[in-house]
């Protein structure tokens, strides 16, 4: 079983930065994409950033310029760097990934999520 833990959620003013954080833990063999989402009240949950087991990366467009997704492979931990943050950006934040606890054998797994809200 994968286990992720999201940290660094929280409430910013308009303009402002949050660094979230994601690990993953338990019996891991490989990870291939890891991936941030977010949802938020009344709205579906929608893709935010994905980066690759090689580091090519893709972004939502109401996000690029703004926000970069970065990985630790060594240490299973994917970031998400949220810069210029915007009213908008306010949901509950949640990272996924896949891979393999061990060959052959997949998993998928989510975080519990991190809220951000953005207001003044």
């Known amino acids: 079983q994968v286990q992720l833990v999201e940290s660094g959620g929280g409430l910013v003013q308009p303009g402002g930065s949050l660094r979230l954080s994601c690990a993953a833990s338990?019996?891991?063999?490989?990870?291939?994409?890891m991936a941030w989402y977010r949802q938020a009240p009344g709205k579906q949950r929608e893709l935010v950033a994905t980066?690759?087991?090689?580091?090519?990366?893709n972004y939502a467009d109401s996000v690029k310029g703004r926000f970069t997704i970065s990985r630790n492979s060594a240490k299973n931990t994917v970031f998400l760097q949220m810069n210029s943050l915007k009213p908008e950006d306010t949901a509950v934040y949640s990272c996924?990934?896949?891979?393999?606890?061990?060959?052959?054998?997949?998993?998928?797994?989510w975080g519990q999520g991190t809220q951000v809200t953005v207001s003044s």
């Open positions: 338990g019996s891991i063999f490989s990870i291939n994409t």
């Open positions: 980066i690759a087991s090689g580091g090519s990366t």
């Open positions: 996924h990934t896949n891979g393999q606890v061990r060959f052959g054998v997949p998993f998928v797994s």
